[in-house]
């Protein structure tokens, strides 16, 4: 049985920016939950974003690059549209983009990853670490994998694992890819051949291992998730996180 925000879900008009692997995905996905796609928009037509008329659509999903995420989701915020965006590799500009929200009382939702498992992996990293701020005697690690055509390296969603050790743990004030100082933890990056996803958290001590790790079986969670993100902030108004669409504390 598929997972379900609320009893009754209103069908929703989706624009579509982006339409590669996890755009069609998306779509598939989408079609499955009742909803239709009014618009699709990806490289070949990415002019036609600003033309868009916001009467026609309920709500976006954005999976692009991390050079065209921040402007698509201004255009969007500009008219009104509320936009669910899981492209990373560009949280330099989610300030602004927060900003921007606020500016024209709009919808934005970012998440490194959408995924339902990754994001109570999330919620146990934040609590692990917790607990691991009082054992020093650990050292904290995390390794990702994905497939050879992900552009940024490490993923957003290790990005964020390593922010949320680094906020709980006072020992650490960083991260780096393939290591630095004790006071960074280290982060390694694999591309391999079509891997969907994988991240393991580790802590190493001299006697002991304990590691936390998530391992995608497809990219439809991804789209899942995404499309359940998109109905919650589709009659909504604010900034908002994969925490609220779950009821995550």
């Not at 954005?62 to 050079?67: A, R, S």
């Not at 004030?173 to 694999?190: C, M, P, Q, S, Y």
């Not at 589709?234 to 995550?248: A, E």
Request: glycine share 8%; aromatic share 6%.
């Amino acid at each position: 049985m598929g997972f379900q925000t609320s009893i009754n879900i209103a069908k929703m008009r989706v624009l579509l920016i982006g339409y590669g692997r996890m755009g069609k995905e998306v779509h598939e996905v989408l079609k499955e939950r009742g909803h239709s796609v009014c618009t699709i928009i990806d490289e070949k037509n990415g002019h036609e974003i600003s033309t868009i008329n916001p009467e026609e659509v309920d709500v976006a999903i954005e999976f692009t690059l991390p050079e065209t995420a921040f402007q698509n989701a201004k255009i969007c915020m500009e008219k009104q549209i509320p936009i669910a965006t899981g492209t990373t590799g560009w949280n330099n500009k989610l300030d602004e983009a927060h900003k921007i929200c606020n500016q024209n009382n709009a919808t934005f939702l970012y998440a490194s990853n959408f995924s339902l498992g990754v994001n109570i992996l999330f919620a146990m990293n934040q609590k692990l670490a917790q607990i691991m701020n009082g054992q020093p005697q650990y050292t904290a690690s995390i390794e990702e994998t994905h497939h050879i055509h992900k552009k940024d390296k490490p993923s957003g969603t290790a990005v964020s694992l390593a922010e949320q050790i680094i906020s709980k743990i006072g020992r650490y004030d960083g991260f780096r890819l393939d290591g630095g100082n004790e006071n960074e933890i280290t982060v390694k990056a694999h591309r391999e051949g079509e891997v969907f996803g994988n991240h393991t958290i580790n802590y190493e001590s001299d006697v002991d291992s304990l590691s936390v790790a998530h391992k995608a079986k497809s990219r439809k969670g991804f789209a899942l998730g995404a499309v359940i993100a998109a109905e919650y902030i589709s009659q909504r108004k604010g900034v908002y996180t994969m925490k609220d669409v779950l009821n995550i504390e």
